[in-house]
């Protein structure tokens, strides 16, 4: 058919989702040629996900948008549980506090899923011309294994249309002169001016075309139903029975006293959730099954006999002898979802699923977004850099292992915390919310990633690593992120978190933990480790030479930074080797790459703690690659450049050397 445009590209990604624009973050931030496409006319503006959790957001840091979040988000660090006191009034449990609040720079927050992906899309303009082309539907699909092992073939094909204005935007966004008010209630005074200059330009029509594009990769972001999963027959398995729940994004009129503060309310027929939201909005999580159970010989699981005022009597009910009403509804929705996941996550290593694709479940843990962002994270530079060239293909063996194992954990912690909710009364429940939290805290925040060893992730046979420090062992552990810590930069002075220094920009870093340099003993380590990264290693010039280049961004896919542990004052800019300070006559030194961990008197964050929290030694040092998603790689003595070459050569394609 002549009217059927062909093309080919490298990835595509098929679904805008918050996974979706994860990984085409890393598109934009790498120049790879990729696509992303999604059904929908327009992003979420309303409703949906709404948890941030706090890994979730070092990596913003990493992307540079964190403080957007933290300008509009409400932060929701303790929670308080309301339990029944068996005299017809409710009592408070708590506040409850994570005990590891402070194992990270920022506290677990709460934000509409629009407003995160108006973040990501404006994070991608930012970086490159890539824009999520809306309103277009991948519907065929065809895939050729026999070329899965050659690196240049394109062995997927898929046809893409474009969708008429009607069936994009389902809702009817398109009263006459303009998107006037969206079936859920979207009204030009409850979005922010992005949001709805985002609203109208999505919400145009569009001609109607199909498209064959030919990819090396396709990442499938396309959520619980996803199509991108059954074109390659993969399943979704798990319990069969959902779980119903009703959902409101309200401003509450009411007298109990918590309407504001993250927390549970516990009745006979169940547990409902109070989550306080940006815009004086409250979302609340309300078990409906007790409603539907009523109606003889209905379905329990029918969703559509749900109405808002179901809902809201629901609340009262529990809320009592508190009173509840609301006049604002920004979205409610009746929510119906199970525990499942698919057996695998990918396809050849040429299809990768990602987020709802992959895992379901209740949307009380707060995880889904974040688990299905961290996601698209993890594959997006992935499939990025092996896309450009720069890493081996190999490393794509690695998404499978790393985020199955955290969505397995996942619906085991979602299995634990959503049974407390649709049991009946329970005189512990408030008891037993708090030891699940517990349990799961390190996962939960993401503050460990339970990643294994992996051409990725160089775990040694000694497992305390060569670089503890005298009192304990080093944390520095590979599979599991640098533990952030505040560094003042040893030019200026000036403070900023590890999150922030290690940007999201595709480059592997090699970070010199280079001690306590006012030794001569360990300056020496020091120049010699510096010799050792500059002189070369076989026929190139320097280790940088040895890679091939991130062309279009950087010319080369390592950076090099050194962290000292001496004051600022008795270590000089200058003593440092040239490597940690690269010149040109243009731009001058390159200041950021050499920072001190000393305290700051004007910052408490930055207390000159930063080794010990790492558990390395002051003096001696140590010295690590950290990943391009800031999971620590490999770590080492300052003297193991051999091993560390190893371990990047088992992962970086090396330049073609010269005869
Ligand atoms: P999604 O956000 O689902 O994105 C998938 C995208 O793929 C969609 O935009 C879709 O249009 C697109 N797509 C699908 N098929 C195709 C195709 N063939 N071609 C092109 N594009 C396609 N989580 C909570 O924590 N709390 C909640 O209350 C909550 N409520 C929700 C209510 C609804 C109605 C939905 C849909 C989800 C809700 N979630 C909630 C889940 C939360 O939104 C997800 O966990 C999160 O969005 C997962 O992100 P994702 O990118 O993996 O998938």
Redesign the pocket.
Known sequence: DKNILESQIDVLI????????MAAYWMARCGVNARI????GTK?FT?????LRCRTLEIFDSMGFQHRVLQEGHVAVEANFWVPDGRGNLIRQGPHCSRKVNESPFRNMLLN?GRIEQFLLDSIREHSDLEVERG????AFEYDSAKASDPDAHPIAVTLRTLSDEEANPSSLHAEGGPQKVASGVARGSLLQDDWEELVSKSRAKETRTEIVRCKYVVG????????RKQVNIPLEGSSTDHL?G?IDVVPISNFPDMRRLGTVTHPTGTILVIPRERNMV?L?VPVQAVEANVPGESRHDRSKITLEMIKQRVQVILAPFTFDFKICDWW?A?QIGQRIAPTFSKDNRVFL????VHTHS???????N???Q??FNIGWKVALVAKGVAQSLILNTYDPERHRLAEMLLDFDRHWSGLFTESEDEEKAQSMIKVVKFFEDFADGRKSFYGASSLIWKKHDDSGPTASASGGCNLIPGERLPPVKLRMQADGNVKWTTAILKSDGRFRVVALTGDMRASTQRSRVEALAKRLSSGHGSEKSLFDRYTSLTGTHDCALDVLAIHSGPWTKVEFFDFPDVFHPFDTVHGWKYDKIWCDDACPWDRDCDGTGYERWGVDRKRGAIAVIRPDQYVGWVGELEDVEEMVDYLDGILVRQATTA
């Open positions: 098929i679904g805008a989702g918050p996974s979706g624009l496409v999604d059904k929908r979420v409703g949906q996900a709404d948890g899923q277009v539907i991948a519907e972001c396309d959520g619980a139903h996803s199509w991108t729940w959902v979302r999580y929705a929510y990602a987020g709802d694709a949307p009380k843990v707060g995880l889904g977004m688990m299905s962002m996601d698209g």
